[in-house]
T-cell receptor, first 111, second 113 residues
């Protein structure tokens, strides 16, 4: 089955700096890669996604890049703010919406 | 408002007891999923269902059971056979096909006492 690895497990940045979280996947057939943000005690919320026919996607301060050849994709957050502090999960979808998740990255943005 | 309702938010279970976690949705989504979340391990799939009266095991189904009698409901029973049930349980839904993303509920934290 699919295996998704996520790094780093924790990330601490100063407010205003950029943050980058990286994921790799094992199955070249995966074609949909969402990113979720989870705040303490809540369920994850989709923040951005990318499909395999696109190399990059941006939404305001958030961007995702995908390298299909290397089988890795990354989340970039620019101009970080304290409210960006949360746990972020990447995922890869093989078929029928069955997602495989990374182990999560705890992002701490220091004011 | 459309959404997913998980109840209860907190649940305490004595060893040897079965407990049932509720997941109800009014999004008219076909697929429903149960995930377990443990610290540092991300989300692991327990069971999923793409249609009423049908469901499939995920990666960690042992000690759990589900039913899908209605499109709106997908309850999860944690049985006494589950060796380490203390965890945060998340229900999710999605439309089928074309890789639509999940919508998650707010979760149930189960603690064995």
């Amino acid at each position: 089955g699919e295996n998704v690895e996520q790094h780093p497990s924790t990330l601490s940045v100063q407010e205003g700096d950029s943050a980058v979280i990286k994921c790799t996947y094992s199955d070249s057939a995966s074609n949909y890669f969402p990113w979720y943000k989870q705040e303490l005690g809540k369920g994850p919320q989709l923040i951005i996604d990318i499909r395999s026919n696109v190399g990059e996607k941006k939404d305001q301060r958030i961007a995702v890049t995908l390298n299909k050849t290397a089988k890795h994709f990354s989340l970039h957050i620019t101009e970080t703010q304290p409210e960006d502090s949360a746990v972020y999960f990447c995922a890869a979808s093989l078929n029928f919406n069955k997602f495989y998740f990374g182990s999560g990255t705890k992002l701490n943005v220091k004011p | 408002d459309g959404g997913i309702t998980q109840s209860p938010k907190y649940l305490f279970r004595k060893e040897g007891q079965n407990v049932t976690l509720s997941c109800e949705q009014n999004l008219n989504h076909d697929a429903m999923y149960w995930y377990r979340q443990d610290p540092g391990q991300g989300l692991r799939l327990i069971y999923y269902s793409q249609i009423v009266n049908d469901f499939q095991k995920g990666d960690i189904a042992e000690g759990y059971s589900v039913s899908r009698e209605k499109k709106e409901s997908f309850p999860l029973t944690v049985t006494s056979a589950q060796k380490n049930p203390t965890a945060f349980y998340l229900c999710a839904t999605s439309r089928l096909g074309a890789n639509y993303g999940y919508t998650f509920g707010s979760g149930t934290r189960l603690t064995v006492v």
